[in-house]
């Protein structure tokens, strides 16, 4: 694992946590101290800055955002700040290193029988069929490297990353 | 004058050379410097002599492309007529003058080199000219080193052949220069390629000059149909494009920073319908009751009831002992639950009568 690689994972616009056993190389790479100030000297050259907190690494602009680029990262990120919210309502222990169960998931979010939410699924995922939106919200989250799957095998088990901070620290501003 | 007298000269009068040099006008100089012919009076101007300024030019490597490099023609001619005298009366002088003028030509092909390539440079680097003047440069700078080709040819061929064997001294001459000779005339072949190269770039960026002009004139008549197609067509390999670039995007997240800049509006907005609360870790403590368990024993009282051959079931559960326990309200409805539950059994006999209390009166038979 060389700085050109990690260099690749994070421009796609991975996040990457500690805990991940999917990105395990890149962030063992970035947690060296020499390793991260070369990536971070080589990005501010190009106007980006190299993020390493609560757990995850990411890069964001150097400069602030202005009021149409955080316009526009809000827009790409509705789902998943949706996502997230939702999970906190049904399953609000939720917490970093935690396991996810799709069954458990299912189990809470009937138990919750809310309007409100059934809506909001319907909205993000455009249908109302439980087994759907349960899969559907569930690779949302993947795609969102905010859980990744603890066996390749398993289609139950998830474990949550520390990625799910970032999106938490957004969704609590309205709170 | 002597030559060290010339360098005096030079340096004494050092700022009004320059500023000569520099093209700047002078109305008066002085009177040694026009005597050792360095100015020249012209039309009530002073200006450098020519041969001064082609000094200087060649020292400095500065090439203008009007330069002309001639052709060693005169030096070739006289060359052979030195070697056929020098044959015929094989004198010192002749043998003296054939290696000066060997000298000579070897010092016009070092200089013509070092002039050519300084030539290609400043074409290659040049912004200041219209790009239409600086092809027909580029092409006359080509004529001009195409018209040296057949003179290298005939002055190398002679010095190879012709001379040779004339005298040890002018072969060991033409033996230490011809390498570097020979390097000269190669170099063309490489400086005219460089050229043409030059040539096509050029014609392909006054190509890509018109088309950007005619592109902005469109755009200036607000015509963008082109430019939007072709973004639309190629936004996979181009930066700026109506779609979104995919090459060498670099994805980012909004860090601490902007995220405290994030409107809560818009926030509310996106998570409408979601009420989220802040997860606290400290559990809500039950208080803790005492529950009360009775167990009434149905299996008694329906012994008793049996024993005592009861006209009335329910009152003789409202009465027994297991039901001590009750009053009022809950003793009431504890007898019925008995009542209902011993109801079920096949031996009780429902009479079409009701007791003080509304219940049916039943019999255990």
């Known amino acids: ?21 999917k990105y395990l190389d890149v962030a063992h790479f970035l947690m060296i101290d020499e390793n991260f100030d070369e990536l971070s000297t080589l990005l501010d050259k190009i106007g980006f800055k190299l993020n390493g907190q609560n757990g995850c690494f990411y890069i964001s602009k150097k400069e602030s955002m202005n009021e149409a680029e955080l316009h526009s990262f ?3 990120h509705k789902d998943v700040l949706v996502a997230v919210a939702i999970l906190k309502q049904i399953l609000p222990y939720i917490d970093r290193g935690n396991t996810l169960k799709q069954t458990e998931f299912t189990h809470q979010y009937i138990q919750k029988d809310d309007a409100g939410l059934a809506q909001k699924f319907e909205y993000i995922f455009e249908t109302r069929d ?16 905010i859980i990744e799957r603890k066996d390749r095998d398993n289609k139950d088990e998830y474990l949550v990353l520390s990625a799910i901070e970032y999106y938490l620290k957004i969704v609590e501003r309205v709170v | 004058m002597k030559h060290i ?19 700047e006008e002078l109305v008066s100089v002085d009177d040694a410097l026009l005597d050792a012919t360095l100015f020249l009076k012209i039309n009530k101007r002073y200006k450098l002599n020519k041969n001064y300024l082609n000094f200087a030019d060649s020292i400095l490597q500065r090439v203008d492309y009007s330069i002309i490099f001639g052709d060693y023609e005169k030096e070739y001619k006289q060359l052979v007529k030195l070697k056929r005298s020098y044959i015929e009366s094989n004198q010192e002088y002749y043998k003296i003058n054939i290696q000066k003028l060997i000298e000579n030509l070897y010092e ?31 092409n006359n700078t080509l004529e001009k ?20 064997g004339l005298h040890g001294d002018i072969d060991e001459l033409l033996q230490s220069i011809s390498v570097d000779i020979l390097k000269y005339i190669e170099n063309i072949g490489k400086y005219i390629d460089q050229i043409n190269s030059f040539i096509v770039q050029t014609k392909k960026r006054r190509e890509l000059n018109v088309k950007v002009m005619q592109l902005s004139h469109r755009l200036l008549d607000e015509d963008s149909s082109s430019l939007d197609e072709y973004l639309r067509l190629h936004h996979e390999t181009c930066y700026f494009t109506q779609l979104r670039s995919q090459k060498n995007r670099v994805q980012i997240f909004a860090d601490d920073n ?7 509006k818009d926030l509310q907005e996106i998570l409408d319908l979601v009420t989220v609360k802040r997860a606290t870790k400290d559990s809500s403590i039950k208080e803790q009751s005492c529950e009360k368990l009775d167990i009434i024993d149905v299996d008694k009282i329906i012994e008793d009831i049996v024993k ?3 006209e009335d079931i329910y009152l003789s559960i409202k009465y027994h002992g297991e039901l001590s326990g009750y009053v009022g309200k809950h003793l009431v409805e504890e007898a019925f639950k008995v009542y209902l539950h011993i109801g079920t059994k096949d031996e009780v006999v429902f009479s079409k009568q009701f007791n003080e209390h509304g219940v049916k009166v039943a019999k255990w038979v």
């Open chain 2, 258 to 264: 902007d995220i405290s800049k994030m409107n809560r």
């Open chain 1, 1 to 21: 694992m060389g700085i050109d690689e990690v260099f690749k994972v994070l421009s796609k616009g991975v996040m990457v946590s500690l805990n991940s056993q």
């Open chain 1, 74 to 76: 809000l827009k790409n």
């Open chain 2, 108 to 138: 016009k092909f070092f200089n013509r080199d070092r002039e050519i390539q300084v030539l290609i440079v400043r074409l290659e680097s040049d912004r200041s000219l219209d790009i239409d003047i600086l092809l027909a440069e580029a």
């Open chain 1, 130 to 145: 439980l087994k759907d939106v349960v899969e559907k919200f569930f690779d949302l989250l993947e795609k969102s490297y």
């Open chain 2, 145 to 164: 080193i195409y018209e040296l080709i057949d003179g290298n040819e005939k002055v190398g061929e002679f010095f190879r052949s012709d001379l040779r």
């Open chain 2, 5 to 23: 007298d010339l360098i005096k000269l030079l340096q004494e009068n050092r700022e009004t050379i320059d500023r000569a040099y520099k093209n």
């Open chain 2, 308 to 310: 005592e051959k009861s």
